[in-house]
């Protein structure tokens, strides 16, 4: 089955303990990204990936970090978390031409104490 | 810069009644997918429908139907007799691809959502 898996689904961390929100897709998809959705904002981009070893920001990468070392896997990584990181997280990945359009993971929800 | 809009923050209708969820996008180029995505209670994001800025055609899948209108810059969602299942946040988003080759590169923005809840 196509699908995009991430761990943990939910996580309750202190503040500035490092942890990693791990993602995987098994479609072969070159591009990855991740959101976080908070209430009355939608979803936002953190970081995406065309492709191994290529990633860059999107629109709230502050206090995140993103590797892309296989193509399949995407990991999420906060440093050092604070309680406005209390979100819940989303990881996708895109296939490309006829099948353009993003698969989501079941999203990790984090709070931060 | 890409916006979409969903001004509808919270819809209730009775069950069987049809109802519509508003979206009006904003965006500077030509080649552009807009999508729409339900989240159940249970919080994962489900894709329901692609729809290319070439493509004006409404498009019907069952009860769920879409009108896309580039004159007013709009991809409403209609659902047609509800059902208590319908119950869902629901979001619209676009996509601006800078090429045809270069699907899957640029983010998704999302509308805020709407939640759309059926009554019994």
């Known amino acids: 089955e196509a699908q995009v898996t991430q761990n943990p689904r939910y996580l309750i961390t202190v503040t500035g303990k490092k942890l990693t929100v791990t993602c995987s897709q098994n479609?072969?998809?070159?591009?990855m990204s991740w959101y976080r959705q908070d209430p009355g904002l939608g979803l936002r981009q953190i970081y995406y990936s065309m492709n191994v070893e290529v990633t860059d920001k999107g629109d709230v990468p502050e206090g995140y970090k993103v590797s892309r070392k296989e193509k399949r896997n995407f990991p999420l990584i906060l440093e050092s978390p604070s309680p406005n990181q209390t979100s819940l997280y989303f990881c996708?990945?895109?296939?490309?031409?006829?099948?353009?359009?993003?698969?989501f993971g079941s999203g990790t929800r984090l709070t931060v104490v | 810069a890409q916006k979409v809009t969903q001004a509808q923050t919270e819809i209730s209708v009775v069950e069987k009644e049809d109802v519509t969820l508003d979206c009006v996008y904003e965006?500077?180029?030509?080649?552009?997918?807009l999508f729409w995505y339900k989240q159940p209670p249970s919080g994962e994001l489900v894709f329901l429908i692609r729809r290319n800025s070439f493509d004006e055609q409404n498009e019907i899948s069952g009860r769920y139907s879409w009108n896309f209108q580039k004159s007013t810059s709009s991809f409403n969602f209609t659902i047609t007799a509800s059902q208590v299942v319908d119950s869902a946040v629901y979001f619209c988003?676009?996509?601006?691809?800078?090429?045809?080759?270069?699907?899957?590169?640029?983010?998704?923005?999302f509308g805020t959502g709407t939640r759309l809840t059926i009554i019994p």
């Open positions: 988003a676009l996509s601006e691809a800078m090429s045809i080759s270069n699907f899957g590169n640029e983010k998704l923005t």
């Open positions: 996708a990945s895109s296939g490309d031409g006829a099948n353009y359009g993003y698969t």
């Open positions: 479609m072969n998809h070159e591009y």
């Open positions: 965006t500077r180029d030509t080649t552009y997918y």
